[in-house]
């Protein structure tokens, strides 16, 4: 830093402070080797040292100054070179003045806070613009480094002894070919047996380091001095400009490994350092707010980046893992059953879930626990974390959310989906529900999901109810056929007439005559069944409303809706499976009660999957995760139990009582969710046995010791004797 002074009229001095490396060579005159002294000796001491220098000037010499000084600034090309001449004109033939000392004091537990740093494998990196020997006794003070430390320097001091490729060269030799690579114990962090490197390198060595090569090739230096960095246990990079800082973070950055970046700082000269880092904290202290006001997080003291870091960042690891994860688990749980569904229906498109389960399925039933989940979810206790900082390596490297911990969770999705879908259609396969919840098996039945159409055999013949590849193959051209031959002797709504003279019946606003009576296999209108709804197929259109076939999965009814514009009724002719039942007779199990309960399944899947990795439990959890399954069943009731008036067809009318109403539906959904977290629950079982990490002792250990009851010792006031 330089100022421009001026006492008299005619007299002007230029005062420079800055480091001794910066101001001894420009100095021409002063006590020159006294001060030096007196710096290093300050410096070893651990005090921050500054060297002063001025210069006086005649009028004359000040006005070119300033205009070397303005014509350099307002320069379009090559700006940063010019200033850079112009200060080296400016700032010589200095007279030395003098150097000052100044204690600047650790932090509060700076030197425990970087001690569970690196038991926590977090490397650290010291960059700063002190003198060496004071930054190195500022390393020692908070212990960066230990006594056992062998310090590797790639100074400007050595580098006038040797060139930088033979320093280099020598230290990969010394680490990297002589087996003294760290290996770090998981509580302890360095073992005893292996040799502890540190690395001090100043701003002019890295200078030479980031330049280009004269043979082009710049990142041989480059990555040769990252290898020996990953090899020391810290590095100390002093005298660095603010751009050199920004340079060491970036060079980290975009390393092989690409390593995730923390910056801290508390003056002006750490933002850009701060900036460039994929995580920017600022200390808010005496030296301003710059780095504050340009981080990500800002705190008052050093101290706090222990609990920053190893407690709410660990929390804020797992909580957001877990909810990537969990929100890809339940969303294949939920679509591969309609896409296994395609199979048994033609790829018709026909749905496997009820509209209102396929909207609130994300938004509703399995939101709430895992939103919770994220915000509330604490695997180990805090002072556990702050006592123990290896169980941060556990997370480390970005552990939770790996290809194989991907592929774990998206296996585990498609198996429970296998065992919603599959589970559901082997256990009722053949089966009907009766009204009283008896399940009764009958030959002839239509299949749980596989939809069956009526027997092409004559009246009397035995068979049974076929799979849907016969019915694509034999009845599906066939009720195509009749199909239509209906609909070429009919007309288009609105038209006042069918095709076969009929009687006319006058509804709302349209009037039209009634088609002939409907064939063996298809029978008039009637009240909707539950469970009643198939795939539709559009037969006409009439202003907006479509007319169509519907398969039935269940059985068979023609229903009847009025057109909206003319009032005219559309019919919706469905296949019949059977003879009419009434309100008391056998009703199928039919493809909404067999979607439903899939979904039922599933709900209750996913939510207690949920519970079970779950380990901070709290009165909100048992609110919100037992009160999303009580929603899903409240709702179903709701749902399926009231006509609703704003409903043009109400497909699962009776469908979850009819489902609740059999004993063996209850039990499927007990087994099937069993069977669904067994493997889950195996998982955890053996790899706490057989290979437990740090947290899942950790875990274990306190769940052993809150399950143990506490002795209570009582000392008899008769006697000496020590009673349990």
Not at 230 to 242: F, K
Not at 455 to 463: L, V
Not at 562 to 567: A, N
């Amino acid at each position: 830093m330089k100022i421009f002074f001026s006492r008299f009229p005619g007299e002007i001095y230029l005062f420079c402070k800055g480091a001794d490396s910066s101001i001894f060579p420009r100095v021409i005159e002063g006590k020159v080797d006294q001060i030096r002294s007196r710096v290093e000796r300050n410096a070893v001491e651990g005090l921050r040292t500054l060297c002063v220098a001025y210069k006086r000037l005649i009028q004359e010499e000040y006005e070119g100054i300033c205009k070397l000084l303005q014509s350099a600034k307002v320069a379009l090309q090559d700006r940063e070179r010019k200033l850079a001449e112009a200060y080296e004109q400016i700032e010589k033939d200095l007279i030395l003045l003098g150097a000052t000392a100044v204690e600047d004091r650790l932090q509060e537990k700076a030197a425990d806070t970087i001690e569970a740093l690196q038991k926590a494998g977090i490397k650290v990196w010291v960059l700063t613009g002190d003198k060496m020997e004071t930054a190195a006794a500022a390393c020692y003070a908070c212990k960066l480094f230990r006594r056992n430390t062998q310090l590797l320097e790639v100074t400007t001091k050595r580098l006038e002894e040797q060139s930088l490729h033979d320093v280099l060269f020598e230290l990969s030799k010394t680490i990297l070919h002589c087996g003294a690579s760290l290996t770090r114990d998981n509580f302890s962090g360095l073992s005893a047996d292996t040799q502890d490197y540190g690395l001090i390198i100043d701003g002019a060595a890295l200078s030479l380091i980031m330049k280009p090569r004269e043979d082009g090739s710049s990142s041989s230096y480059r990555e040769l001095f990252l290898d020996i960095c990953r090899n020391c246990s810290a590095v100390l990079c002093c005298r660095m400009a603010p751009l050199q800082k920004a340079q060491i973070v970036k060079l980290i950055k975009f390393s092989k490994e690409r390593p995730i970046t923390l910056a801290i700082g508390d003056g002006a000269n750490d933002v850009s350092m701060i900036l460039e880092a994929h995580v920017g904290i600022g200390i808010v202290g005496k030296e301003g707010r710059q780095a504050a006001r340009n981080s990500d997080y800002a705190i008052p003291k050093f101290k706090h980046l222990k609990k920053m870091l190893l407690v709410h960042g660990h929390f804020y690891y797992i909580r957001i893992s877990e909810l990537v994860q969990y929100f890809f688990y339940k969303n294949v749980c939920f679509i591969f059953p309609q896409f296994l569904y395609q199979f048994f229906c033609g790829f018709s498109q026909q749905t496997l879930y009820d509209t209102a389960y396929l909207t609130l399925y994300n938004i509703s039933f399995t939101s709430l626990p895992i939103l919770l989940y994220s915000l509330m979810e604490q695997h180990v206790a805090m002072d556990t974390l702050k006592r123990d900082p290896a169980l941060y390596r556990d997370i480390a490297k970005n552990a939770l959310l790996r290809w194989r911990v991907f592929i774990y969770w998206t296996f585990l999705g498609v198996f429970d989906a296998l065992v919603f879908f599959f589970g559901a259609y082997f256990m009722f396969e053949n089966t009907t529900v009766t009204s009283n919840g008896q399940v009764s098996t009958e030959p002839g039945r239509a299949d749980v999901c596989a939809p069956r159409w009526p027997s092409p055999h004559p009246a009397g013949a035995s068979s049974r109810g076929r799979c849907v590849s016969e019915v694509l193959a034999v009845n599906l051209p066939r009720a195509l056929v009749q199909l239509c031959r209906l609909v070429s002797r009919a007309t288009v709504c609105g038209s006042n007439e069918w095709a076969t003279p009929g009687a006319a019946v006058q509804e709302g606003r349209g009037a039209h005559r009634e088609p002939p009576p409907a064939p063996a296999m298809l029978r008039d209108p009637g009240p909707s069944e539950p469970g009643s709804a198939g795939l539709p197929l559009t037969l006409w259109r009439h202003r907006g409303v479509s007319a169509s076939l519907a398969l039935e999965v269940s059985g068979g009814a023609v229903g009847g809706a009025l057109c909206p514009s003319c009032g005219a009724r559309r019919r919706r002719i469905l296949l019949l499976s059977g003879r009419r039942r009434g309100l008391l007779s056998p009703q199928m199990f039919g493809n909404w009660t067999f979607g439903t309960l899939v979904f039922t399944v599933m709900v209750f899947t996913v939510t207690l999957k949920l519970a079970l990795d779950t380990h901070y439990w709290t009165w909100i959890n048992h609110v919100v995760i037992w009160g999303s399954l009580l929603f899903y069943v409240v709702f179903s009731l709701l749902w399926g139990g009231i006509i609703w008036p704003f409903l043009n067809y109400q497909r699962m009318y009776y469908v979850f009582i009819q489902m609740l109403s059999s004993g063996p539906a209850w039990l499927a959904i007990v087994l099937l969710v069993v069977v669904s977290l067994l493997p889950d629950v195996l998982k955890k079982v053996l790899c706490r046995q057989l290979w437990p990490s740090a947290t899942e002792k950790v875990q274990t250990r306190s769940q052993c010791l809150s399950v143990e009851q506490p002795t209570v010792f009582m000392l008899s006031q008769t006697s000496s004797s020590l009673t349990f």
